[in-house]
């Protein structure tokens, strides 16, 4: 089955600067990857998403690029704000009758004042 | 994702006893979902639900169970079986298995004594 794997566990970066978090997976079939956002406390909810057929994908300050050659896909955000610090998830999925979405184990990310 | 509602939002119970976690959806949604999600572990699937009457088993479905009688609900019960059940449970619901966009329900945390 999919394996998707995020590294690093956790991320720190400044008020102003941009994070990059990226993710791996294992299953070459997999044609669309979600991001989602979990604020403490609070449900997780989708940011952004990208599908297989297009390279890059943005909204305001959120990106994400996908290389399905490596097979692995990013997160990119610019000009980070402090209520940018959530668990961030990445996941995979074939896209398909019977498919699931396999997470990650989440990446979380904290934005210095 | 307003539309998708658990309860309660907290919920002790004594070692040995089973419960039900309560999920219901309001968005005409045909595909449902029950993740358990622990420090660190990120999102694992227990159970889905394709349509009304039919699920499937995920990757950690020892332990628990699920009904789908009605295409709003979808409840989960943790059997006395699940080894270690402390833990936050998350419902959420998509369109279509197919479509995977999903949307979560604001989660029961679950403390068994």
């Known amino acids: 089955g999919e394996n998707v794997e995020q590294h690093p566990s956790t991320l720190s970066v400044q008020e102003g600067d941009s994070a990059v978090i990226k993710c791996t997976y294992s299953d070459s079939a997999s044609n669309y990857f979600p991001w989602y956002k979990q604020e403490l406390g609070k449900r997780p909810q989708l940011i952004i998403d990208i599908r297989s057929n297009v390279g890059e994908k943005k909204d305001q300050r959120i990106a994400v690029t996908l290389n399905k050659t490596a097979k692995h896909f990013s997160l990119h955000i610019t000009e980070t704000q402090p209520e940018d610090s959530a668990v961030y998830f990445c996941a995979a999925s074939t896209g398909g009758a019977n498919s699931k979405l396999t997470f990650g184990k989440g990446i979380t990310l904290s934005v210095r004042p | 994702d307003g539309g998708i509602t658990q309860s309660p939002k907290y919920l002790f119970r004594k070692e040995g006893q089973n419960v039900t976690l309560s999920c219901e959806q309001n968005?005409?949604?045909?595909?449902m979902y029950w993740y358990r999600q622990d420090p660190g572990q990120g999102l694992r699937l227990i159970y889905y639900s394709q349509i009304v009457n039919d699920f499937q088993k995920g990757d950690i479905a020892e332990g628990y169970s699920v009904s789908r009688e009605k295409k709003e609900s979808f409840p989960l019960t943790v059997t006395s079986a699940q080894k270690n059940p402390t833990a936050f449970y998350l419902c959420?619901?998509?369109?279509?298995?197919?479509?995977?966009?999903?949307?979560f329900g604001p989660g029961t945390r679950l403390t068994v004594l």
């Open positions: 959420a619901s998509s369109i279509m298995i197919s479509t995977d966009t999903q949307y």
């Open positions: 968005l005409n949604h045909d595909a």
